[in-house]
């Protein structure tokens, strides 16, 4: 693997997100919905870096699933999505990627009619956009590298990783065969 983003860099860009998050919503209370499982690291060191009032809200949603490293069809889950109605409402989640999941939960989330509705991620592949929106809100922007760490995996394995980094061909090829035997 190859660290690309250091644990005390994570930790500033949080903060400061935390920090712009408490201006720009001052004075209103917040509904941040996590996106399950990779914002759940994020997610709860972004609350924490918020000094307003807040709610937290989850929903699950998955593209990648199993051994692969590029996305497959979206499977969203709402079941965990509480009342977001006339609400503030902060869609958190890991990555953008190809923007397929940020822009269909927008969608799904708008539906539910919340006063407002803005977007933010950790990481952000620029190059990878296939969609016509893009995130309010980021940390990072990444080049188009298959990431883990700091709630992103591969296959359920690295979310525990303090520090974002990239898997090379060789670390994707001994996983496989681990997986394999």
């Known amino acids: 693997m190859k660290p690309l983003i250091q644990p005390e860099e994570i930790r500033e860009a949080v903060e400061r997100l935390g920090r712009q998050l408490a201006s720009d919503y001052s004075g209103r209370t917040l509904t941040v919905v996590g996106v399950l499982t990779g914002s759940v690291i994020l997610l709860a060191d972004l609350v924490r870096a918020m000094d307003l009032p807040l709610r937290i809200a989850l929903i699950r949603a998955s593209s990648y699933r199993g051994a692969v490293t590029r996305p497959g069809e979206l499977a969203v889950d709402d079941d965990l999505l509480s009342e977001v109605a006339g609400r503030d409402v902060l869609l958190v989640d890991d990555i953008f990627d190809t923007g397929h999941t940020l822009d269909r939960l927008l969608e799904m989330i708008r539906t539910k009619s919340p006063s407002s509705l803005k977007s933010a991620v950790l990481l952000w592949k620029q190059d990878r956009c296939e969609v016509s929106i893009a995130p309010d809100y980021h940390c ?31 670390d994707l090829e001994s996983l496989t065969g681990e997986a394999g035997s």
Do not use: M, Q, T
């Not at 922007?141 to 883990?148: H, N």
């Open 140 to 170: 990072f922007k990444i080049p188009d590298v298959f990431v883990v760490g700091y709630g992103l995996d591969y296959n359920d394995e690295y979310r525990h990783l303090p520090y974002i980094a990239s898997l090379e061909e060789s």
